[in-house]
């Protein structure tokens, strides 16, 4: 397992010691996970949902909403009526 | 005082919630002292003068449910500050009926815990032994209840067992209802496919008044399917009586295995044979999947909340540190920063099974198993109408044979819970026993939107 790799992309820094403790830990999960190999899924469906969910749509209407001063509200970064962030570019 | 004596006395006249409240939160101040059962609490509540069905109680809120203007943080460092904008539908609903939002009781972080020891502020204690867990991961709302005889009614919250693990380890009533019964609009997500918003309360009826209140549909949960009932006939005496005879108790034997504490079972088929007075007919079924429940209930909620926790990136809400660095370095400091070990672990193990390679192997083979398991209750319900067995494998452990667990056998001890919550169904914990003082909870187990009848058969017997 590479832990590197996967706490890249779950966007959170492990320092040495961190990241042996979790890849043995994570090791020692994903070694009983392995057991779901066992069971015998051949023509089993996924089920995504445990109960029969119906796409519901609506009329694409423009509906009162929060004010943008609420929206706003918990945020330690905004400019004007923006959200600021890092440097994407 | 129990609520049904309360509502009475608010309805004469004989209380006023506007000089009783007040009063309330200052017990509950007091006990959290000792108890540490609440991560905020409600110290000028609004108290409203509707008369609904829950006129004048005081309610309290496991803390990943949003209330407006009320501090929420799902029992995390990185929500430490944050003021929720709206209330979620339960809450609406809940004020609209007359409930008075006391407290946000607290949890394991984001709710990833069987003992609520992953907490971030608060680490609640059992009132049965203060040395021992309340369970998790509502655990605060379970303690809230079992802490004092103050007539309250809690809303919990389960993904894999958080409502039924501190009922039963607390000594309270803990309904899970069916998925999409209750409205998840507002809810911090853990698992989008497996949350379930529920009530614990201090008898059946407490839970069938609460039930009946936030169940119902809302056009802003689009999983949400519930009809809106009154639930509280259904543990009406009369209607006990004529409900349970002739009915068909299922005791699947995976659940009374290995694992399982002698005298806990002993306690529960104890409690099972009870209902035989009743006219209820006893049958072992099996459920032959149940092996592969904790296996298929940890990848499929792991993967999910390692995607529902990406939001928390210090933009919108939540932590935020100084802008420095980019996108990638920025996230990545206030996650490090913001994140307890147990979420960085959840979060880890939830982003390797949906990587490239892994994800048929681990998530795809998860949600087949979860349709095995589904099946499997569903040709048992086809031979009972309710399933009984033990709610936790034992009873409370002790903080500090807690501390020697690893995190595998930790995620072992949802081994009673994980498979109802994966198949979506409803159970409620009911306290029927104890073991040196502390609660053991026999676990009543219903098919989809049979609420009614799990809470006839836990309002059944007096115990």
Redesign the interface.
């Known amino acids: 397992m590479d832990i590197e790799k996967v706490a890249k992309i779950a966007r959170i820094n492990l320092d040495e010691n961190e990241k042996k403790e979790f890849e043995k830990e994570l090791k020692e999960v994903l070694k009983i996970f392995s057991e779901l190999e066992e069971v015998n899924t051949t023509n089993v469906e996924p089920a995504f949902n445990v109960i029969r969910i119906i796409n519901i749509s609506r009329k694409d209407e423009v509906k009162p909403s929060l004010r943008i001063k609420d929206v706003l509200k918990n945020s330690k970064h905004t400019e004007k009526n923006y959200f600021k962030g890092p440097r994407i570019i | 005082m129990r609520i049904k004596e309360y509502l009475r006395k608010v309805e004469k006249g004989e209380i006023l919630p506007s000089k009783e409240i007040p009063r309330i939160v200052e017990k509950l101040d007091k006990l959290n002292e000792k108890y540490s059962c609440f991560i905020t609490l409600n110290k000028n509540p609004r108290i409203t003068s509707k008369k609904g069905r829950l006129r004048g109680i005081p309610v309290v809120i496991k803390d990943c449910i949003c209330t407006k203007g009320l501090r929420t943080t799902s029992g995390s460092k990185i929500l430490e ?3 929720p ?2 209330n979620a539908t339960i809450v609406k609903r809940i004020e609209e009926e007359g409930g008075i939002i006391v407290g946000k009781t607290s949890m394991d972080e984001f709710g990833f815990g069987t003992f609520c020891t992953n907490c971030a502020f608060n680490l609640p204690k059992n009132p049965h032994d203060i040395t021992r867990s309340a369970g998790g991961s509502s655990g605060g709302a379970a303690v809230a209840l079992a802490m004092s005889d103050l007539p309250l009614l809690s809303i919990a919250e389960s993904t894999g067992g958080s409502i039924s693990c501190p009922a039963s380890f607390c000594g309270v009533y803990g309904l899970t209802p ?3 019964l209750v409205s998840r609009y507002g809810l911090i997500d853990y698992s989008n ?1 497996l949350d379930k918003i529920g009530v614990m309360g201090k008898s059946a009826w407490d839970c069938a008044l609460g039930l009946s209140v936030i169940a119902g549909k809302d ?1 802003n949960d ?2 949400s ?1 519930g009809e809106e009932k009154d639930y509280t006939r259904f543990v009406n005496k009369k209607y006990i009586e004529k409900n349970i005879s002739g009915k068909i108790i299922g005791v699947p034997k995976e659940y009374f295995g290995k694992g399982v504490d002698k005298q806990v079972k002993k306690i529960v088929m104890n409690a099972i044979k009870k209902y035989e007075s009743l006219g209820a007919k006893i049958k072992e079924i099996s459920l032959p ?1 149940t ?2 429940a ?3 209930y ?2 499929i909620a792991l993967a999910e909340s ?1 995607t529902n926790l ?1 939001k928390f ?6 932590l ?1 540190t100084e ?11 206030v ?2 920063k913001g ?1 307890g070990k147990e979420a ?2 959840r ?3 939830g ?3 949906r ?1 490239k390679g892994y994800r048929n ?2 998530y ?9 398991i ?1 099946e499997d209750f569903k040709k048992a319900f086809e031979k009972c109408n309710v399933l009984m067995a033990p709610t936790m494998p034992f009873i409370a452990p002790k903080f500090n044979e807690i501390k020697s667990l ?3 056998q930790q ?1 072992a001890s949802d081994i009673l819970t994980v498979a109802p919550n ?3 169904l409803p159970m409620i914990n009911v306290p029927v026993g104890k073991i040196n003082g502390m609660p053991v909870g026999l676990h009543i187990i219903g098919n ?1 939107f049979e609420e009614g009848e799990i809470l006839s058969f836990a309002g059944a017997i007096k115990w």
């Open positions: 500050n944050y003021f904008v709206f069916t998925y999409g496919s056009s689009q999983t399917i999947y092996k592969y904790l296996s298929a940890y990848v390692s990406s990136c210090g933009l919108r809400y939540g935020a802008i420095k660095g980019n996108a990638d370095e920025y996230f990545s400091s996650r490090t994140f960085k672990r979060i880890l193990l982003t390797y099974i990587m192997k681990y795809l083979k998860a949600l087949k198993v979860r349709k095995l589904i690893t995190p595998a995620y994966l198949a979506g989809h």
